[in-house]
C-alpha cells in the first residue's frame, strides 16, 4: 500500500524486450534439455505417453511458427485470432505470433460462433488458426489457419530470431467483459512478462525445479501468465491438461507429474475436495496451491488444510494487469483476505467520488494501481471512451471496491459496477440480458451474481414474462447457451412480476438478490 505519489520502484524492462524471447531464449541456451511443456491428454495413461517439449525444442518451434507467419506477408503488428482446443498448437501459435512481432488474441473454445465472429471484426484480425469443430466462416480478407497449417509453420521454415520488439510495443490482446455490454479488447504490451516478476516470490515463491499444472485452458490470461509465461520464464516446467473433462483427474495429475505448484480458481478446489479422496492419492510433492480470478472463502481455505496439510495461496488481479495483491510462501495467510501488494507494486485505495488522496486503513475505496506499472496494459483496443472512465490521473481504477486493514491486508468488497464473476471469468450482465431480450417470452430481464451458499454465486436471471401463463424456464436457457459461452450462461431463471428500479428508472440489479425467493 502506498500513501504517497510515486511510480514503480522495481526494476524497468530494458528498451528492446520481446516477451517470448524472455520466456524461452535463456533457457533454451541453459538448459536446452530440460522439459519445459507437458500436455496430458489422457490422464490414466502412463506418464511417458504425455506429449514433452524441451526447451531447445520449444525454443525453435516458437521461432519457425515466427518465420512461416513471416513468409506470409504480415504486417508487424498484425493480429492473429486463435480459436483452438487446449493443444500445444495454441501455444506454440500464441507466443511464435508475439517472437514475429505480431499480437495473437487467444480466445475460448466456449465462445459461441456468432460471439467469435464479433471478435474476429471487432479486433481486426486478418488471420484465423481454427479447429475443425471450431470453424466458422470468416469475412473477405481474413485467412484461415487449420491444425494442419500450424504444424506446416513449425515444421517447414528455418527458425527466425526474436523480433526486436520494443518492451512497450503490443505483445497480445485478450478479450474480457466490461459495462457497456460487450466484450472489450484490453491490449497487453511486451513488457508485461516483465511486469509479472513481482508475482515470482511475491505470490508463487516460484524456481527453476518447480513444476506448474495448471487447471485452465490456454485462452485465459490465468494460464498464459501462471501456467506458461512464469514457469518458463524461470526455468521451470509447466503442465497442462487437455483431455475430458472430469474432476477426478486433478489428484491423480499431482501424484503422476510430480507436481510442486498447482493452480485453479476456488470452484475447481472445491469441487476437487468433494469428489475425491484426496488422501488416496500422494501428494508429497505440491508444496501448496494457488487460487486467483475469484475470492477463495474460509472454509474452502480451512478444508483444504484440513485434508492435504498444504496451504493455500490466493492472489486479486484483473485482466488489465494481472494479479498484484497475493499471499506468498512463509508470510502469514488472514483468512478472507488474498493477501498484501506484491513487493514492488504501488497500490492505494482511491475515494469512490474522486480525488488522488489514497484513503487510511479501515476506509473502503476503489482499488487503484498506478499507471506506471509495466504490467498494466497499453489500453483498451478502440475503447478511448472507455480508457477515459478508468486512469484518474496517475493510477488505474478497475472497479473493485476494498480496503487495507492496520496490518496492510486487502479485504475485498465486490464490484462497483455490475460486472460479474463466473468461474474466474468477467461477465457483463448487460450482455446476458441483451441476449436473453431477443426471446420472445421475454418481456424484461436483469441478471445478476446470487449467492447459493458461503463462497458460492452463480448467474441469476430475473424475467419478467411476456404471457405471465408461460413461464417455462428450459427454452429460456436453451437460448443463451445457443448465443453465449456456457460460463456467460444463468445457471438459474427466476420469474418475476416486476424489475426494481429507481426513480430514473434504472434497473437495481443488487436488490434482485435480496428478493425473497
Known amino acids: 500500500m502506498t500513501t504517497e505519489r510515486c511510480g514503480y520502484p522495481g526494476e524497468l524492462p530494458p528498451a528492446r524486450f520481446n516477451l517470448a524471447r524472455y520466456c524461452l531464449d535463456a533457457a533454451a541456451k541453459a538448459t536446452p534439455d530440460k522439459v519445459a511443456l507437458i500436455v496430458v491428454s489422457d490422464a490414466h495413461a502412463p506418464v511417458e505417453r504425455a506429449e514433452r517439449w524441451t526447451y531447445a525444442r520449444l525454443d525453435d518451434a516458437v521461432r519457425r511458427v515466427a518465420a512461416g507467419l513471416r513468409q506470409m506477408g504480415l504486417a508487424p503488428g498484425a493480429r492473429i485470432m486463435i480459436r483452438m482446443g487446449n493443444t500445444s498448437d495454441y501455444a506454440l501459435l500464441f507466443f511464435g505470433a508475439i517472437a514475429g512481432g505480431y499480437v495473437p488474441l487467444p480466445s475460448s473454445a466456449q465462445l459461441t460462433a456468432e460471439e467469435a465472429d464479433f471478435l474476429l471484426a471487432d479486433s481486426g484480425a486478418r488471420l484465423l488458426a481454427v479447429s475443425e469443430d471450431l470453424a466458422i466462416q470468416p469475412p473477405s480478407g481474413v485467412q484461415m489457419l487449420s491444425p494442419a497449417d500450424v504444424a506446416a509453420l513449425r515444421n517447414g521454415h528455418e527458425p527466425l530470431d526474436y523480433a526486436d520488439t520494443a518492451a512497450a510495443d503490443p505483445a497480445f490482446l485478450i478479450y474480457t467483459s466490461g459495462t457497456t455490454g460487450q466484450p472489450k479488447g484490453v491490449l497487453h504490451a511486451q513488457r508485461s512478462a516483465w511486469g509479472r516478476r513481482p508475482m515470482y516470490q511475491g505470490w508463487y515463491g516460484i524456481h527453476s525445479d518447480d513444476v506448474m499444472l495448471h487447471a485452465g485452458a ?13 514457469p518458463w520464464a524461470n ?3 509447466a503442465v497442462l491438461y487437455n483431455g475430458p473433462r472430469d474432476i477426478t483427474v486433478w489428484p491423480m495429475l499431482m501424484e503422476k507429474f510430480r507436481a510442486t505448484l498447482f493452480a485453479a ?8 475436495l468433494k469428489y475425491n479422496d484426496l488422501g488416496a492419492f500422494d501428494l508429497s510433492s505440491l508444496r501448496y496451491g494457488l487460487t486467483a480470478g475469484e475470492a477463495l472463502s474460509v472454509a474452502l481455505l480451512e478444508q483444504w488444510r484440513t485434508t ?6 490466493e492472489a486479486l488481479g484483473m485482466s488489465e494487469c494481472s494479479t498484484y495483491i497475493s499471499t506468498a510462501p512463509g508470510a502469514p495467510i488472514k483468512a478472507g483476505s488474498p493477501g498484501k501488494p506484491q513487493p514492488g507494486r504501488r497500490v492505494a485505495i482511491l475515494p469512490v467520488a474522486g480525488g488522488e488522496q489514497p484513503l487510511p486503513p479501515g476506509e473502503t475505496g476503489l482499488l487503484a494501481v498506478h499507471r506506471s506499472d509495466p504490467g498494466l496494459m497499453l489500453g483498451y483496443w478502440n475503447r478511448p471512451d472507455e480508457e477515459d472512465l478508468v486512469y484518474r490521473d496517475d493510477w488505474f481504477i478497475g472497479g473493485d471496491l476494498a480496503h487495507f486493514d492496520a496490518d496492510g491486508y486487502l479485504h475485498y468488497h465486490g464490484r462497483n459496477d455490475d ?3 463466473a468461474m474466474g471469468y468477467r461477465v457483463s450482465p448487460l450482455e446476458v440480458e441483451q441476449c436473453l431480450s431477443r426471446h420472445p417470452a421475454v418481456a424484461e430481464v436483469a441478471v445478476t451474481e446470487l449467492a447459493v451458499r458461503e463462497g458460492v454465486t452463480v448467474i441469476a436471471a430475473f424475467v419478467v414474462p411476456s404471457d405471465p401463463d408461460e413461464m417455462d424456464a428450459a427454452p429460456l436457457l436453451a437460448h443463451a447457451h445457443a448465443h453465449l459461452a456456457a460460463y456467460k450462461c444463468p445457471r438459474e431463471i427466476i420469474f418475476t412480476d416486476t424489475l426494481p428500479r429507481t426513480a430514473n428508472g434504472k434497473v437495481k ?5 435480496q428478493r425473497p425467493r
Open 218 to 230: 490456454f485462452n485465459w490470461t490465468y494460464t498464459l501468465g501462471v501456467g506458461l509465461t512464469d
Open 235 to 237: 526455468g521451470a516446467t
Open 265 to 272: 480458481v476456488p470452484g475447481l478446489y472445491r469441487q476437487m
Open 308 to 313: 492435504t496439510g498444504k496451504e493455500l495461496y
Open 419 to 421: 460486472v460479474m464473476n
Open 509 to 513: 440489479r443488487r436488490d434482485l438478490a
